[in-house]
């Protein structure tokens, strides 16, 4: 549906002007008539579309979750009390503490008022609500179990904010250190080396193999520091923009961060975890099989997992099981095929797949804690030893001129 502006005349024959949403000029048409209007112009309203194209892109951001989970969670509530989504949505926009945000519910409702669906409306904004988002919604219009869409929605949305601060918290404190460690080195190497070397230079001392080692590394860092940076900042926004433009690229990339040795398992129980949370969400709102695959290429995170979701797609619509689709990818671990073998003889498979998404919630948050705890001794015996090495190069020659001397 599009937005339209329309001039019209009433029964009493006075002009009236307004918007309203429709899939073209005749089911606009059709629609004023059964208010009592009759049409004499329509255009479609282009602005509208550029306005929630610039409300879903300023609230596409870290903000943007909350905000989702408050609205599910008032709207849930709305929603099993029996007030009707109209006023529902305007109760949401009047307690809605972003400003944006309220600009984007008080269009919905507007959009709602007008004969549009809410998954309809809030497709209008795809940066905002996803296309899960967006199918549960349908699926529970579709079926009169909005309730219980939005309930499974917020469930949904907590989990996944759990889990990102979760590893938000377990690696600040490591990637604070490697950060400084790599900036330490760099002016370490690049300015105090140097200085040393013109002095050691002056007197003429013979140098000892480590400080040959570290004067050359010196004169190295020295020559190219501007590439390391330049490396260090461009080389992650390469690497994105190659995964985006080359879908080769992107799945070799996506095998390599499985096979790292200590990060590659952390990363495939991530994958699965999303994608074993999001398909039993799905599944349990009505969502079909085939559709909630679809969607869940995307949800995965991975372009691996997503390649692999096609073929069992594919061997699904030709008459398999899900399980018996799922086992012919490596990619999927024998406790999510076992699980998903029992959820489909006991006609539990959202259940079964719940399971396997907590099993991954209470293991992936131990195994962070282990992996940097790991990670920070060996960052800081690095800086050390990198410390120390530099001083028994620089004091070596030091200590061979004041022998000399004496």
Known sequence: MSNFIYSGIDQHGR?????????????????????????????????????????SARLHGGTKRRQLINFCTLMNFTAKVGIPLVQALEIAGQDCDNAIFREVITDLRHQVEAGQQLAESMAKYPNLFG????????????????????????RYLEWQEQIISDVRQATIY???????????????FTFVVPRFVTLLTAVRVELPMPTKIVFAASDLAKATWWMWLIGLLGGPMILMLGCRWSHRFAIAMDQLKFKLPLFGPLNHMLAMSRFARSLAVLYRAGVSIIH?????????????????LRDVQHRIEEGSTLSEALRRHPVFPSLLIRLTVMGEKTGNLDGALDNVAEYYNVIIPRRIK?????????????????????????????????????
Not at 131 to 154: M, T, V, Y
Not at 375 to 383: F, G, V
């Open 174 to 188: 490591p990637a604070v250190v490697l950060i400084m460690v790599i900036l330490f080195v760099l002016v370490l």
């Open 370 to 406: 282990k992996l940097f705890s790991v990670m920070e001794p060996i960052l800081i015996l690095t800086l050390v030893g990198i410390v120390g090495f530099v001083a028994l190069a620089i004091f070596m020659p030091i200590l061979s001129l004041m022998q000399s001397m004496r």
């Open 131 to 154: 296309a899960q988002f967006i199918s549960l919604i349908r699926a529970g219009e579709e079926s009169g179990s909005l309730p219980e869409s939005l309930s499974e929605l917020k």
């Open 15 to 55: 002009t009236v002007r307004g918007t309203m949403a429709a899939d073209n000029t005749v089911s606009l048409e059709q629609r004023l008539q059964a208010l009592g209007i009759w049409l004499v112009k329509a255009e479609a309203d282009k602005s509208s579309d550029s306005r929630r194209s610039l409300r």
């Open 292 to 308: 909630g695959l679809k969607l869940c290429e995307d949800l995965a995170g991975s372009p691996v997992v997503a390649r692999d």
